[in-house]
């Protein structure tokens, strides 16, 4: 069974940091690209981060230059530092695997002003 468990989220001044984690199931990992996801309440699940396997990046044009992701391929793990964190970054935030689609459970981050 493939599971995607993320781990990191919390309550956060505005201006602070987090890192999510997100450990996934060895051949799901390999072979598919790594994405986060987040959506906020009333609002429509986004798109933030992805990358591929060969360690290509993307990111949304909001976070472009706080966030960076990275994946550990020993571990299995892909990552979600999150600096300089404002309050509308305040989501669920879900763990993707693209092709083969799958989600994690999602983690909460807050972010107070």
């Known amino acids: 069974q493939v599971q995607l468990v993320e781990s990191g989220g919390g309550l956060v001044q505005a201006g602070g940091s987090l890192r999510l984690s997100c450990a996934a199931s060895?051949?799901?990992?390999?072979?598919?690209?790594m994405r986060w996801y987040r959506q906020a309440p009333g609002r429509q699940r986004e798109l933030v981060a992805s990358?591929?396997?060969?360690?290509?990046?993307n990111y949304v044009d909001s976070v472009r230059g706080r966030f960076t992701i990275s994946r550990d391929n020993p571990k299995n793990t892909v990552y979600l530092q999150m600096n300089s964190l404002k309050p509308e970054d305040t989501a669920v935030y879900y763990c993707?695997?693209?092709?083969?689609?799958?989600w994690g459970q999602g983690t909460q981050v807050t972010v107070s002003s």
């Open positions: 993707n695997t693209y092709p083969r689609i799958y």
């Open positions: 060895g051949s799901i990992f390999r072979s598919n690209v």
């Open positions: 990358i591929t396997t060969g360690g290509g990046t």
